[in-house]
């Protein structure tokens, strides 16, 4: 039995106690009392097939996974700025430069397929990992008889689907959860993958047609809540029923306005105690056919026009609709604003919900760092060191050799002038750098100053000065009292 505190009060014993967990005939209590495995194995694959069919059928699910996918990946994706130092702690400016090159020639072509680069593979492995909660690459480095990397590092990735990792694959003697083999401390030592995916056509998925993949080899990106959590689950799993009550009830709104614009009318013939139905039917149905501006002159003695009103569309679905949408937005750690597309507001209450909004974004956006982007530019280091494309310098900390930025996108201004002040602010007294800036705005601060040192050294081919706050000027001969000239800067107009 458990064991039940009791305070004393005024010489009486008194229980203490949680009201939420007392019986209640008013509270349903639900609870959930498996393990993380155990909850995921009950229900991760029908949250997943219903997270697909939202991203196939409803367009607020749809925009969801992109505001998602643009917020914490990008365009540009996550760059990857080197930082290799050398003894003196200081960054090895030569060294670092032949990272990016090779690095450059690598996201071309990261994967064995030739068909995405690396910012568009990461935005798919996101966008995989947000809708069905989880996504598997798996590395494959050195020379391969059947493989032709594409690329100078010899160095490839396979995108996987979650499909082929069998959630219904369980051997507990061999410690096997939904597909993934652990050791005795619960870390993943191989994945028994299907070979072909079990949803095609031309596919009968077996036990025996699994494949064994060491865990070294597979990255898995995924979702998670709890501790010891083998397997992913959908961002949606806490929206899926409001989203599909949002899209039922617009979609019973737009046929009632359907119905409403079909518009119906009705012949009251006298009142009740006057009408008889068999004596006043006419002998020839009459046709009364609407048309603008119509006037009625055939009603019968006492008989008058009625139309249906059917008050549609609902005056009050706006307000219902956003307050759905703020829940989904919540539930999904996006912002309300951006998955609405409703930006009404001053420029403070828009600023604060980008601010906490962004607080979530940058949290998913570390995570995928910390289980993809970290991960793969390390094991491309390997290889490069393994293929011989890149040599260690005397000069260089072999312990630093991994070191890196990783840019993730940044948090748009909403006021670009007060934002620009503000960092020439902080900048002016010390307290953030410029290359820091630089990479608040998603660009890697040595490609900046290379284009703005190219830059102004075609400014001075050209015989023109570089002011710093008017750019390129010309200069123009002025007379002296000599008879000589001097130059005098024009700014541009």
Same mark, same amino acid.
């Given at each position: 039995?458990?064991?039940?505190?009791?305070?004393?009060?005024?010489?009486q014993?008194?229980?203490?106690?949680?009201?939420a967990?007392?019986?209640?005939?008013?509270?349903?209590?639900?609870?959930e009392?498996?393990s993380?495995?155990? @909850?995921?194995?009950r229900?991760?694959l029908?949250?997943?097939e219903?997270?697909?069919?939202?991203?196939?059928?409803?367009?607020?699910?749809?925009?969801?996974?992109?505001?998602?996918? +643009?917020n914490?990946?990008?365009?540009a994706?996550i760059?990857?700025?080197?930082?290799p130092?050398?003894?003196?702690?200081?960054?090895? +400016?030569?060294?670092?430069?032949?990272?990016r090159?090779?690095?450059?020639?690598?996201?071309?072509?990261?994967?064995?397929?030739h068909?995405l680069?690396w910012?568009?593979?990461?935005r798919?492995?996101?966008?995989?990992?947000y809708?069905?909660?989880e996504?598997?690459?798996?590395?494959?480095?050195?020379?391969?008889?059947?493989?032709?990397?594409?690329?100078?590092v010899?160095?490839?990735?396979?995108?996987?689907?979650p499909?082929?990792?069998?959630?219904?694959?369980?051997?507990?003697?061999?410690?096997?959860?939904a597909?993934?083999?652990h050791n005795?401390?619960?870390?993943?030592?191989?994945?028994?993958?299907?070979?072909?995916?079990?949803?095609?056509?031309?596919?009968?998925p077996?036990?025996q047609?699994?494949?064994?993949?060491? @865990?070294d080899?597979? $990255?898995?990106?995924k979702l998670?809540d709890? %501790?010891?959590?083998?397997?992913?689950?959908?961002? %949606?799993?806490?929206?899926?029923?409001?989203?599909?009550d949002i899209?039922?009830?617009?979609e019973?709104?737009?046929?009632?306005a +359907?119905?409403?614009?079909?518009?119906?009318?009705?012949? +009251?013939?006298?009142?009740?105690?006057?009408?008889d139905?068999?004596e006043?039917e006419?002998e020839?149905?009459?046709?009364?056919?609407f048309?603008?501006?119509?006037?009625?002159?055939t009603?019968m003695?006492?008989e &008058?026009?009625?139309t249906?009103?059917?008050?549609?569309?609902?005056?009050?679905?706006?307000?219902?609709?956003?307050?759905?949408?703020?829940?989904?937005?919540?539930?999904?750690?996006?912002?309300?604003?951006?998955?609405?597309?409703?930006?009404?507001?001053?420029?403070?209450a828009?600023r604060?919900? $980008?601010?906490?909004?962004?607080g979530?974004y940058q949290?998913?956006?570390?995570?995928?760092?910390?289980?993809?982007?970290r991960?793969?530019?390390?094991?491309?280091?390997q290889?490069?060191?393994e293929?011989?494309q890149?040599?260690i310098?005397?000069?260089?900390?072999?312990?630093?050799?991994n070191?890196?930025?990783?840019?993730?996108p940044?948090?748009?201004?909403?006021?670009?002038?007060?934002e620009?002040?503000? %960092?020439v602010?902080?900048?002016?007294?010390?307290?953030?750098?410029?290359?820091?800036?630089?990479?608040?705005?998603?660009?890697?601060?040595?490609?900046?100053?290379?284009?703005e040192?190219?830059?102004? &050294?075609?400014?001075?081919?050209r015989?023109?000065?570089?002011?710093?706050?008017?750019?390129p000027?010309?200069?123009?001969?002025q007379?002296?009292?000599?008879?000589?000239?001097n130059?005098?800067?024009?700014?541009?107009k």
């Amino acid at each position: 039995m458990g064991k039940q505190v009791i305070h004393w009060r005024g010489g009486q014993p008194v229980k203490a106690y949680y009201e939420a967990a007392r019986p209640d005939q008013q509270r349903k209590r639900r609870r959930e009392t498996g393990s993380a495995d155990t @909850a995921v194995l009950r229900a991760g694959l029908s949250l997943r097939e219903q997270a697909r069919h939202l991203d196939q059928n409803h367009d607020i699910a749809r925009g969801v996974l992109d505001v998602l996918v +643009k917020n914490t990946i990008g365009h540009a994706g996550i760059q990857v700025d080197p930082m290799p130092r050398d003894r003196e702690g200081r960054v090895h +400016k030569a060294f670092a430069r032949r990272m990016r090159q090779l690095w450059r020639d690598w996201e071309k072509k990261p994967e064995v397929t030739h068909q995405l680069d690396w910012p568009a593979m990461q935005r798919l492995i996101a966008r995989t990992r947000y809708r069905d909660g989880e996504a598997l690459i798996q590395q494959i480095k050195g020379v391969q008889d059947t493989l032709d990397h594409g690329t100078k590092v010899p160095y490839s990735l396979e995108a996987i689907e979650p499909d082929l990792l069998p959630m219904d694959y369980n051997d507990h003697n061999q410690r096997i959860v939904a597909g993934v083999q652990h050791n005795g401390w619960g870390r993943p030592r191989f994945y028994h993958l299907y070979r072909e995916h079990p949803g095609s056509a031309y596919t009968l998925p077996t036990a025996q047609q699994l494949r064994t993949v060491p @865990a070294d080899r597979i $990255l898995h990106a995924k979702l998670v809540d709890r %501790f010891n959590q083998t397997r992913g689950v959908s961002i %949606f799993a806490s929206v899926l029923l409001r989203l599909d009550d949002i899209k039922d009830y617009e979609e019973s709104e737009r046929i009632a306005a +359907k119905v409403a614009a079909s518009m119906a009318a009705y012949i +009251k013939k006298g009142d009740a105690a006057s009408y008889d139905p068999v004596e006043d039917e006419d002998e020839d149905p009459r046709d009364l056919r609407f048309r603008p501006g119509m006037v009625f002159d055939t009603l019968m003695p006492g008989e &008058e026009i009625g139309t249906i009103d059917t008050s549609r569309p609902n005056t009050n679905l706006q307000q219902h609709r956003d307050g759905q949408l703020r829940a989904v937005a919540s539930g999904t750690n996006t912002t309300a604003s951006s998955i609405s597309k409703n930006y009404d507001g001053t420029y403070s209450a828009q600023r604060q919900e $980008l601010v906490e909004g962004w607080g979530a974004y940058q949290i998913l956006a570390a995570d995928f760092v910390s289980q993809v982007s970290r991960p793969v530019y390390e094991a491309w280091i390997q290889a490069a060191l393994e293929d011989g494309q890149l040599l260690i310098p005397q000069d260089l900390d072999p312990d630093t050799i991994n070191d890196a930025q990783y840019i993730a996108p940044q948090m748009p201004w909403i006021d670009p002038q007060k934002e620009a002040n503000s %960092f020439v602010t902080l900048e002016s007294a010390g307290y953030i750098s410029a290359p820091e800036i630089i990479r608040r705005t998603g660009r890697n601060p040595d490609d900046v100053l290379e284009q703005e040192t190219a830059w102004r &050294e075609q400014v001075r081919e050209r015989g023109m000065n570089f002011d710093p706050v008017f750019g390129p000027v010309e200069s123009e001969p002025q007379p002296t009292q000599e008879g000589g000239t001097n130059a005098r800067v024009r700014s541009i107009k």
